[in-house]
């Protein structure tokens, strides 16, 4: 449930971002992530030992050791590429989870327009979670071709094919409801606290450089009318 929020989240925001109609749904999704982002440090520092956040510092703690074994290795042979996999995924993960913060407190301060260059802060850490999240879903595509197997389903249901422990070892249903449950909520709050809604009524998109065409032509429209 979180993968699917966050990523539906992050996916609305910056399809959002350039449009001043839906100025109010991007923000909504950019607090969103952040709560998100809160409840899964929470959970990952209190909750079961298999999402720790320590499991993916672990991961990382062996990229020097694993480096080592690259340089012993140039042709590839006896290399545990399934090492090399796994600190790829976790410094795409870890890299996600360290830019929301940056980018929700750009995205804060341009809301409050406390100057352009937290503007262009929120554009290019925006820019940096989307790299990482291509990378994130590049890395799926690959392990589920090279093992021929559904590599995304270990995140759905926390089991894996094959001899050994589950990843999870309970269905957190509940959990995953209440989740949901707070986030339409926080949606249905949001929604009533802005005049105009959250989706505009008028012309559904208006992009920056309209926005700039249009503001413009109106001042010269003014400015004529003046004369």
Same mark, same amino acid.
């Given at each position: ?49 298999? +999402?720790? &956040?320590? *499991? ?5 703690? !062996?990229?020097? =050791?694993? #480096? /080592?074994?690259?340089?012993? $290795? ?20 870890? +890299?996600? &989870?360290? *830019? ?5 407190? !750009?995205?804060? =301060?341009? #809301? /409050?327009?406390?100057?352009? $260059? ?110």
């Amino acid at each position: 449930m979180f993968h699917a929020l966050f990523a539906l989240s992050f996916l609305g925001a910056y399809l959002s971002a350039d449009s001043q109609g839906w100025r109010e749904l991007h923000v909504t999704l950019g607090y969103t992530m952040a709560g998100l982002f809160a409840g899964r440090l929470l959970y990952g520092l209190f909750g079961p030992r298999q +999402a720790r &956040l320590g *499991l993916w510092w672990r991961r990382l703690a !062996s990229a020097p =050791a694993w #480096l /080592r074994s690259l340089r012993r $290795a140039p042709g590839g042979d006896g290399l545990n590429w399934r090492q090399g996999q796994n600190l790829l995924t976790a410094l795409a993960v870890v +890299a996600m &989870l360290a *830019l929301v913060l940056p980018l929700t407190l !750009s995205g804060y =301060a341009s #809301l /409050r327009e406390w100057g352009h $260059a937290f503007e262009e802060l929120h554009e290019l850490f925006a820019n940096a979670l989307l790299a990482a999240v291509l990378v994130h879903l590049a890395l799926i595509v690959g392990t589920s071709v090279h093992q021929r197997r559904n590599a995304a389903q270990a995140m759905l249901s926390g089991r894996i094919d094959g001899a050994g422990p589950d990843l999870a070892q309970h269905n957190r249903a509940g959990l995953a409801a209440l989740l949901l449950a707070a986030v339409l909520a926080f949606w249905a709050w949001q929604w009533q606290q802005t005049p105009g809604g959250l989706v505009p009524a008028g012309p559904w998109i208006v992009s920056a450089p309209d926005r700039d065409h249009r503001e413009h032509r109106e001042h010269r429209d003014h400015r004529d009318d003046d004369d």
